[in-house]
C-alpha cells in the first residue's frame, strides 16, 4: 500500500495501470495453477463447481503468452510490478511465519489490525 501511494505521487496514471494490470494478471494465473495442481493432488475433494480441465489449461496457454509478450514490451514496468509483490514477502514471514513472536511484536500486529478494520469500516466476526 505505501509503495501504491509513492507510485502516485511520482508516477503518472498510465504507468500505475501498468503495474496493477500485471500484477493481476500474474495473480490470476497462479490461482490457475493451483487449481489444476489441486484438481491432480486432491481430485477426491468436494468442489461446489467443478469445469473441464480443457478450459484452465486453455486458459493458462493465453495468459502465458501474454505475460511473455508483456515481460518482452515492457520490461522495467513488469520488474517494477514484482517488486512491488515482493514487498509482501516480509510481511508474510512477520504475520503468518513467525510463530513465537514478542509480546511486542503480536500488539503491534493487533493495533494495526485494529486501525485498519476502523479506517476501513470491516470488523472480522467474533464468536
Not at 500485471?22 to 475433494?45: A, D, E
Not at 514484482?82 to 493487533?110: A, H, S
Request: hydrophobic residues 50%.
Amino acid at each position: 500500500c505505501l509503495a501504491t501511494l509513492i507510485i502516485m505521487l511520482v508516477g503518472d496514471t498510465y504507468t500505475l495501470i501498468n503495474y496493477v494490470s500485471f500484477i493481476n494478471y500474474l495473480c490470476y494465473g497462479v490461482t490457475i495453477i493451483g487449481l489444476i495442481v489441486l484438481r491432480w493432488k486432491k481430485p477426491k475433494i468436494f468442489r461446489p463447481i467443478k469445469v473441464n480441465l480443457l478450459i484452465p489449461i486453455t486458459y493458462l496457454a493465453f495468459w502465458a503468452f501474454l505475460l511473455i509478450f508483456s515481460l518482452y514490451s515492457e520490461p522495467i514496468v513488469c520488474g517494477v510490478g514484482l517488486i512491488i509483490i515482493l514487498t509482501g514477502v516480509p510481511v508474510f514471514f512477520l504475520g503468518v511465519y513467525w510463530r513465537n513472536k514478542p509480546k511486542c511484536v503480536n500488539r503491534l500486529i493487533e493495533s494495526m489490525t485494529c486501525w485498519g478494520q476502523k479506517l476501513c469500516f470491516v470488523v472480522y466476526p467474533q464468536c
